[in-house]
């Protein structure tokens, strides 16, 4: 019998592997072990496997730790904080797994298998090309190490695999699934001849050393949930719940990999300059419904606190979701124009830098023009890398402006005579912000937009949409760039002027 997932606080998971870039997938599962342990006062678990040694990646680790604390998903026991199930990393739990190993052995429910690679490769050739159901031909099951020395295809470095029973139980009740079966597996190993055990038995040891009570994980291992539940009873342990989520899909509808979408991986977000509760959000609305208001609306934008006070397995759909990158960017637009101001510019600060507008410790006029900038761009932006280009005139020495090529191609004929028309008109108004109320000559938005209007859409009789395109290239270089006159207000009298007559005397 499973665990009653009431009866005791939940002990759930997640079990990542460091053999490159954080996947996407471990933080969407992650997500749902923590709401629901939160949920019901339980504790979530980060628990590194790595008994793959071969394909370990240098650094990968701490990108596990990293990319799931940027996004808010703090796990109460792990590698890097203990706990009382310690050690959290598989290959410091070695000793661990081979008393369970010899407890197989001695029952007869486990063997050694001394067949070569060379041997297990022309086995499955062979079974491929005779179209016979792959899987291990237990040539050595029964057989001493002496007697199997005198067979073909010997190595003295041998494995230890399951031994699988016809009568094996395919089935479990799945918390998402609802009953459910796996194929029939063959005689798997579960010790490798390093002495390292396989994910299979690895991670049912560890699940129950650790008093796991559910198993959150994509329906691609379904399969291997009866080599699971087999090695729980053969153990004589009892098989916590299992939740198999459906997967994240790319547009053609396969399974997000990291070899061919950039968005598989978890950093990919924050270098995009995603903020991570516009990921949790998104992340919950994938094969999870929105929100349903007391007169039955659906809200979509919901915080991780909300998703999980109404948290339950039955919500969660048995199809896959695909990607919707639009929507991500959405949520992310509407996450940033909620931001307060000064939060907003902090979350600025990395790609600013990144993008050589902003040294890493700004002085205090920089952050204070900053903050002046961050009203004019942040209802412009869906992403925060998108903020460079919008900043970077502000810093620019006016001399050093450059006029982009788009920028400079859509100028008329007559944009000398608009910046002509600007410079004259903006002369006489002070260099002051906030002068002597009534004398007309304060450098604010409001009276340099008056006065170029004046000048320019009165005086030279041209369109309003068309009248300060020339001006918008002189100020910034771009064809697009934030409002014009406020923009013209923070950069001050001087540098406006000098950027006005620099294009003017160029064109």
């Not at 190993?101 to 063997?111: C, F, H, I, R, T």
């Not at 086995?123 to 005779?130: L, V």
């Not at 179209?131 to 190490?145: A, E, F, N």
């Not at 410079?423 to 002068?435: C, D």
Request: aromatic share 10%; charged share 25%.
């Amino acid at each position: 019998m499973s665990a009653d997932p009431t009866s005791t606080p939940p002990r759930l998971r997640v079990a990542p592997s460091p053999t490159g870039d954080v996947h996407v997938g471990t933080a969407y599962m992650s997500m749902f072990d923590l709401a629901f342990a939160r949920k019901h006062g339980g504790a979530f678990v980060l628990r590194i496997e790595d008994t793959d040694q071969k394909r370990l990646v240098k650094g990968a680790e701490q990108g596990i730790y990293d990319g799931l604390s940027w996004l808010g998903l703090h796990w109460d026991e792990g590698p890097d904080i203990g706990g009382p199930y310690a050690p959290y990393r598989q290959s410091e739990r070695l000793g661990t797994y081979r008393p369970y190993v010899e407890q197989l052995l001695k029952q007869g429910d486990a063997y050694y298998c001394w067949c070569s690679a060379e041997r297990l490769a022309e086995m499955r050739e062979r079974q491929q090309k005779t179209k016979q159901p792959t899987g291990y031909d237990r040539l050595c099951y029964g057989k001493t190490k002496e007697e199997r020395a005198e067979l073909p295809g010997f190595t003295d470095q041998p494995v230890v695999r399951l031994f699988v029973p016809d009568d094996v139980d395919l089935f479990w009740d799945d918390l998402i699934m609802g009953r459910s079966s796996g194929p029939r597996p063959d005689d798997q190993v579960i010790l490798k001849a390093d002495g390292f055990p396989t994910y299979h038995l690895a991670v049912v040891v560890d699940d129950h050393e650790m008093a796991i009570t559910h198993v959150v994980r994509g329906q691609e291992w379904m399969s291997s949930t009866p080599k699971h539940t087999l090695l729980y009873r053969k153990l004589g342990l009892t098989p916590p719940l299992y939740a198999h989520m459906p997967l994240l899909l790319e547009k053609s509808k396969s399974k997000i990999s990291k070899r061919k979408n950039p968005w598989a991986r978890l950093s990919w977000f924050k270098e995009q300059g995603y903020l991570p509760e516009a990921v949790m959000n998104f992340l919950a609305l994938q094969c999870y419904p929105p929100i349903i208001e007391a007169d039955g609306s659906e809200r979509e934008v919901f915080t991780f606190a909300e998703f999980t006070d109404g948290f339950e397995w039955s919500k969660v759909k048995r199809s896959g979701a695909i990607f919707n990158l639009e929507k991500l960017n959405w949520l992310n637009g509407h996450y940033i124009r909620e931001l307060e101001v000064g939060d907003f510019c902090t979350r600025l600060l990395p790609y600013l830098h990144a993008d050589g507008v902003l040294p890493v410790h700004p002085s205090l006029p920089e952050l204070g023009r900053l903050q002046e900038i961050a009203p004019l761009i942040q209802t412009r932006m869906e992403l925060l890398s998108e903020a460079a280009p919008l900043v970077r005139p502000f810093y620019t020495p006016d001399d050093a402006l450059p006029i982009a090529d788009d920028a400079r191609a859509q100028l008329k004929d007559g944009a000398k005579d608009v910046l002509a028309a600007a410079i004259s008109a903006l002369e006489p108004i002070s260099g002051a912000i906030g002068g002597p109320l009534g004398d007309g000559r304060e450098w604010t938005a409001e009276r340099i937009e008056s006065a170029l209007r004046e000048a320019i859409v009165d005086g030279l009789g041209i369109k309003p949409r068309l009248a300060f395109g020339p001006l918008r290239t002189a100020i910034s270089g771009q064809r697009v760039s934030p409002p014009l006159f406020e923009s013209m207000e923070i950069l001050g009298k001087a540098s406006t002027m000098r950027r006005l007559q620099r294009l003017h005397d160029d064109l």
